[in-house]
Structure formats: structure tokens, C-alpha cells
């Protein structure tokens, strides 16, 4: 391979149809991902920060780090196994008379595989953060007649802002360029971009096109970073 | 309070759920492992250790299991060094081009894996340095500097800056205060970074996959068994090894607690 400067790869890549596929493909996957994760770890935040003992939560968030230290892709492996069409869940669906389903191999499968690895590290920053909203305030919107969840909305969620929308973008940052749920979860048809970069070094030895999509691919995520980080710390309400 | 009530026990059951979910895999693969069947299903198949047997017979696991082990001490040690020094500068200088500084030195874990991995290889090749136990433990370290940096940081960010200056007035040198005064305030820190790193850099797969060639590191061999068929080993690996980074991290933390109690009966 001899360096030399062109713009070649730049527009044979970006004329494909299949890169724009893929990229289109990958930001819904990940916008997806980071709504269903910050919507699915927000209630469990909210129980861990509010309704339990502060002994509680140190376990709990104990129990939340041991993920940490087990291997994603032997997660995602068993994953594989329990969602398969003769698995566990669709075994524990047939004693009830109901499936089986397609779980394996479709965006469903990619999604649960992006949950194992986000899921826990979510859940982590939004109870720290809720964690450390002035109880005072709550008690304050409660007495003035506001209810419990127009509370949630106008009083809690704007306090905890910051650990919300950071917790959200590492939920973003990790499923964008994550390859194994999409390859072994979600059967990489349509591939995403990281499936994308795999295929064309691993097989292809097309360097410089993998590396145009790795580019676009950090171009977007220092996009959407910088947003999301000028989005929490704008009108940041000083507790 | 009643509607409380029933709220509070709501959201716990919700919070049972999660746990639930996030626990799956985990006794999943623990329970696997231990079950006769290629294919797991429901009713399970009967107690074995046959998959354990297995992996105990394969030498390519083994010498991943070497390569991993030797890969993650050197880099923890690595890593922890340099965050540390990152660190320090941090906190103790004031310079231009420092907000570019921190920024440049907190990127590494933002960048994707699989475009580390990447760039890393183009970089190693380019040196003649790819495919050695040596380009896997640089690019773990380029991975975990970051990791060792933001603890150690939080940690000196604690520390009253006044106090090394106190030291130096009364006599210490910028060594001495830095041995008596700046280490042991964060050698917590010092020690969560290097367990942290640690595990980081053994789990990771998709870096060491791009440049490790022929030395393969444990989640290597497992990402190349999945690509295969239906391996319950897997199982068999990935519970021994968490079972072995749970013991040691369950180690650890009663050593630091019985060293706090010793502390605090001392004074």
C-alpha cells in the first residue's frame, strides 16, 4: 500500500448506497438504543435513588458494577442461546401455548445485546445523579400542590439534567460502535457501520475505505457529543 | 399513604425485573456450563463438567490464559503509572492548551473500539511492531491510560493543595512531599485504577482481535470460537474467568477494609 493523497475513497464510498444504508441503519439502531435504555433504567434509578436505604443502594450499585467484570461477548453469547428460535424464552412461551418467536438475528436481537451492555452503566449515572437532588425541593413542589408526576417532569428531571443526558450519550456513544450484538444478536443483515469496517479490513483489505467510514463514523459521534454536553450544562439550575 | 405504598412496592418489583434482566446472561452462561446439552433448552439436560474438562485439555486456552494474564498486569501497571502522572499535572500545573491537554487525554475511550482497533493496527504494521504480546499491551495502555487518569483525578481532587506546599516549607523536597504526602492520600485511587485497568484490559476483545495475530488473548479465542458453531466452552471460559475476577476482587476489598479498621484503631 503506498500513501498518497486522494479523494477516491472518499467519493467511492460516500456514492454507495450500502454505506449510506448502513450509516442511516446504525444512528436509528443507536438512537433506539439510547431512548429504550434511558427510558427502561429511569424507573430503576428513580426506585434505587428515592425508594430505598442508602445501604440498599451501595449494594445494589455493588450488584450493577459485577457486569462490568463478566465478558460482553460471553454475555452476548449467552443471550444467543437463551433467545434462540429453540431457547429458553421461547421454551418458557410454549408452556403458556404462545410462539415461538423470531427473536434471534432480527433488530430486536441487536437491541437486547446493546440493553446487556448499557443498561447497568445507565442506570449507575441516573441514580448518582438523582441521588443528589435536594430532597427539599421535591418536599417544596409536593407542598405547593404538585403532583407526583408533574413533579417528576418539572422538578426532578430538570435537577438531575446532567447525570440523564451523560448517561444517555455513553448509552449512545457505546451502542454506535458496538459490533458484537449487531453481528451476533442481530445476524448483521443490514450490516452496521462497525460490521461495515470488520468486513472491509477483515476480508476485503480495502484500508482506506474502512477508514473513510471510521472517520464519518467519529465525525457523527463528536457531533452528537458536543451537543449533548452543551445541551446538559446549558441553564444548568445551580443547586 | 397508601397510594405510596403500593408505588414504592411497584417500583421495586420493576427494579427485581431489571435485575433480572441484567443478571440473565450471566446465570445463564453460569448454568450452561454445567449442563450436558450442545443446545440448551428447557427441561435442561443433566450435571456435567465436560466443557470444563474441555477447556482444562486445550492448550490453545490455556496459552491465552497466560498471554491475558501477562498483557493485563503489564498494562495495569502501565497505565496506572502514566494516569497517575496525567494526573498530577493536572493538578498541579497550570498551563496553556490545558483544557486541550485533558481533552486529548480523556478521548481514547469515546473513540469506538473497532476504529481503535483499526487505527491501531494501521499505526503497529507501519512500526513492525503488530501481531506481538508487545502491540496488544500498547494499545491496551492507549485504552486504559484514561481510565487510571479520571480515577486518580477524582481522588487528587480531594486533596488540599496547600498541604504538599506545607511540606515543602517545612523541609521536604518535591520527592519526599511526594512520597509522604501526595501517595499515600491517593493510594485508594492508585489501587481502583489498577484493578480497573486490569479488568479492563483483560476483557477487551475487539482491539486485541485487530492486532494481536497469532498471540491471542482470552476474549480473542472466545470471539473466534463464536464465529464457529454452537460452543458451550464458552460458557465453561467466561464463568471460570469471572469466578477468578470475582475472588480476586472480593480479595481485595477486604484487604482495603481491614486496613481502614486497622487505621482507624489506631487512632
Request: contains cysteine.
Amino acid at each position: 500500500m503506498e500513501p498518497a493523497f486522494v479523494s477516491v475513497n472518499w467519493t467511492k464510498m460516500y456514492s454507495r448506497d450500502y454505506f449510506w444504508d448502513a450509516y442511516w441503519y446504525t444512528l436509528g439502531l443507536a438512537c433506539v438504543s439510547t431512548i429504550t435504555t434511558s427510558v427502561i433504567a429511569f424507573p430503576a434509578a428513580f426506585a434505587l435513588a428515592f425508594r430505598t436505604s442508602e445501604n440498599v443502594r451501595r449494594w445494589m450499585i455493588f450488584f450493577l458494577i459485577i457486569p462490568f467484570f463478566t465478558s460482553y461477548i460471553v454475555r452476548a453469547y449467552a443471550w444467543q442461546v437463551i433467545i434462540a428460535k429453540q431457547g429458553v424464552v421461547n421454551g418458557l412461551f410454549d408452556l403458556v401455548g404462545l410462539g415461538p418467536y423470531t427473536i434471534l438475528n432480527t433488530w430486536l436481537g441487536t437491541i437486547i445485546g446493546y440493553l446487556t451492555l448499557t443498561l447497568p452503566l445507565v442506570i449507575i449515572l441516573q441514580t448518582i445523579s438523582l441521588a443528589n437532588v435536594d430532597r427539599s425541593l421535591i418536599e417544596a413542589a409536593y407542598n405547593l400542590g404538585c403532583n407526583r408526576i408533574r413533579t417528576i417532569f418539572v422538578v426532578i428531571m430538570p435537577l438531575a439534567k446532567v447525570g440523564l443526558i451523560i448517561g444517555a450519550l455513553f448509552c449512545f456513544i457505546l451502542s454506535f460502535g458496538d459490533f458484537v450484538s449487531p453481528y451476533y444478536l442481530g445476524g448483521s443483515k443490514p450490516p452496521t457501520l462497525s460490521i461495515l469496517i470488520l468486513d472491509t479490513t477483515k476480508s476485503g483489505q480495502q484500508w482506506p475505505r474502512a477508514a473513510v467510514v471510521a472517520v464519518t463514523m467519529i465525525v457523527t459521534l463528536f457531533v452528537i457529543a458536543f451537543a449533548a454536553v452543551s445541551l446538559a450544562y446549558r441553564n444548568r439550575i445551580q443547586p | 399513604m397508601h397510594g405510596n405504598k403500593v408505588l414504592t412496592k411497584l417500583l421495586r418489583l420493576y427494579l427485581g425485573i431489571v435485575f433480572v434482566f441484567v443478571f440473565a446472561p450471566i446465570t445463564a452462561s453460569l448454568i450452561f456450563s454445567f449442563n450436558s446439552d450442545r443446545f440448551p433448552r428447557i427441561p435442561l439436560g443433566e450435571f456435567s463438567l465436560t466443557w470444563y474438562k474441555q477447556i482444562w485439555e486445550n492448550p490453545i486456552v490455556w496459552e491465552a490464559m497466560t498471554n491475558s494474564i501477562v498483557v493485563s498486569l503489564v498494562v495495569c501497571f502501565l497505565s496506572t503509572c502514566l494516569g497517575f502522572c496525567a494526573a498530577y499535572t493536572d493538578f498541579r500545573y497550570r498551563f496553556f492548551g490545558k483544557g486541550a491537554y485533558l481533552g486529548l487525554a480523556l478521548l481514547p475511550p469515546t473513540i469506538p473500539l473497532v476504529i481503535m482497533g483499526l487505527a491501531m493496527l494501521a499505526w503497529l504494521s507501519r512500526i513492525g511492531l503488530s501481531g506481538e504480546i508487545s502491540s496488544i499491551v500498547i494499545a491496551h495502555t492507549v485504552l486504559c491510560t484514561p481510565f487510571a487518569m479520571a480515577v486518580i483525578r477524582l481522588r487528587l481532587q480531594q486533596m488540599d493543595p496547600n498541604l504538599e506546599a506545607a511540606a515543602w516549607n517545612l523541609g521536604a523536597n518535591q520527592w519526599a512531599a511526594m512520597r509522604d504526602i501526595v501517595f499515600p492520600f491517593t493510594r485508594p485511587a492508585i489501587v481502583a485504577a489498577l484493578c480497573l485497568t486490569a479488568a479492563v484490559s483483560f476483557d477487551e476483545f475487539a482491539i486485541a482481535w485487530f492486532v494481536s495475530g497469532i498471540n491471542k488473548t482470552v476474549p480473542v479465542v472466545i470471539l473466534e470460537k463464536l464465529q464457529g458453531t454452537v460452543d458451550p466452552q464458552i460458557n465453561a471460559i467466561g464463568t471460570f474467568v469471572f469466578l477468578t475476577s470475582m475472588t480476586l476482587i472480593i480479595i481485595a476489598q477486604i484487604l482495603l477494609l481491614s486496613r481502614q479498621k486497622k487505621r482507624l484503631n489506631i487512632s
